[in-house]
C-alpha cells in the first residue's frame, strides 16, 4: 500500500505521541526530503538541460567567457554528464575548477570544438562555461535535479517522490520526538538509518556491478593516447 504525504504525516505523529503537532511534522518531512536530494544522486532524480551557446545569458567579469544559465532546479552536474554531438559522435566535455577556468586563455583566433566547462554555483540559477568560447554547439547537460517541497505534507494527498516510506516513516517519528523529549528518538533515528543505508545499498548493486578506477581526464586527456606503452610485446621473448 502506498501512502500519501499526509497519512505518512499522521502514523508520524501517532508514533511519536505528538498527535497535536502535524504542522511542524509536515515542516520535518519536507527537511527530510530536501536532505535526501540534497546528499543522493538518485536515479528518479535526475534531469537533462540543454545549452545552446550561440545565445549566452552573459559575459563573465573575469575573462569576457559567455556564461549560460543552468536549470532552475539544477543542483550538481552528473559524472562525465556534460556532452555535445558532431555528426552524430558524442564529444564529453572535461570539467575545470572555477580557479583553473580563470587561467585559460581565451581569444577570438582560438575556435575548435568544446573542450572544457566550469559551472558557477554562486548564482541563481547556477551557470555553465566553456572553452573554447567561440563556438556554436548544442550541449547537453545530464544533472541531478533538486526536487520541490510539498506544499502543506500533513494536508497534501499527494505520493512522496521518495519511495523508501517506512523510512520516511521513523525518520519523520525521530525527528518529531526531538521535540517532545521522547527517549526513542535515537532508537527510531538508528533504525531508520540502517534501512536507508540498506536501499542505498540495492540501488548501486542495480546500478552497476562493476567498479571502475578513473584517471583525471585534466592531466591524461580524454582518450589517455599519451599514456607510456608498458605492454609492448616482442622484446625479451623467443
Known amino acids: 500500500m502506498v501512502l500519501a504525504c499526509n497519512q505518512i504525516v499522521n502514523l508520524a505523529c501517532a508514533i511519536a505521541k505528538a498527535p497535536g503537532m502535524i504542522t511542524q511534522a509536515g515542516q520535518f ?4 526530503l530536501n536532505e535526501l536530494a540534497e546528499l543522493n544522486d538518485f536515479e528518479l532524480s535526475r534531469g537533462l538541460w540543454t545549452v545552446n551557446t550561440a545565445a549566452p545569458a552573459g559575459v563573465t567579469t573575469t575573462s569576457s567567457i559567455p556564461y549560460y544559465n543552468l ?12 556532452f555535445y554531438l558532431v555528426d552524430g559522435v558524442p564529444m564529453t566535455l572535461i570539467q575545470k575548477q572555477l580557479s583553473e577556468f580563470d587561467q585559460l586563455v581565451n581569444t577570438p583566433s582560438i575556435q575548435s570544438q568544446l573542450l572544457f566547462y566550469a559551472v558557477d554555483d554562486s548564482s541563481s540559477p547556477p551557470t555553465i562555461m566553456f572553452w573554447p568560447s567561440n563556438s556554436a554547439y548544442t ?4 544533472y541531478i535535479r533538486l526536487l520541490p517541497d510539498i506544499v502543506t505534507p500533513e494536508n497534501s494527498s499527494a505520493i512522496p517522490w521518495f519511495p523508501l516510506q517506512q523510512y520516511l516513516i521513523d525518520e519523520l517519528a525521530a ?11 535515537e532508537k527510531f533515528h538508528d533504525k531508520a538509518s540502517k534501512l536507508l543505508r540498506k536501499w542505498l545499498i540495492m540501488q548501486r548493486d542495480m546500478e552497476s556491478t562493476t ?4 584517471l583525471d581526464r585534466n592531466r591524461f586527456g580524454s582518450d589517455y593516447s599519451s599514456l607510456k ?5 616482442g622484446s ?3
Request: aromatic share 4%; no cysteine; proline share 2%.
Open 29 to 32: 518531512f519536507n527537511v527530510i
Open 236 to 238: 625479451g621473448f623467443g
Open 139 to 142: 550541449v547537453n547537460v545530464r
Open 229 to 233: 606503452d608498458t605492454k609492448a610485446i
Open 71 to 82: 536549470a532552475p532546479d539544477h543542483l550538481r552536474v552528473l559524472e562525465d554528464g556534460v
Open 211 to 214: 567498479l571502475r578506477v578513473k
Open 175 to 185: 525527528r518529531m520526538m526531538s521535540v517532545s523529549d521522547d527517549v526513542r528518538q
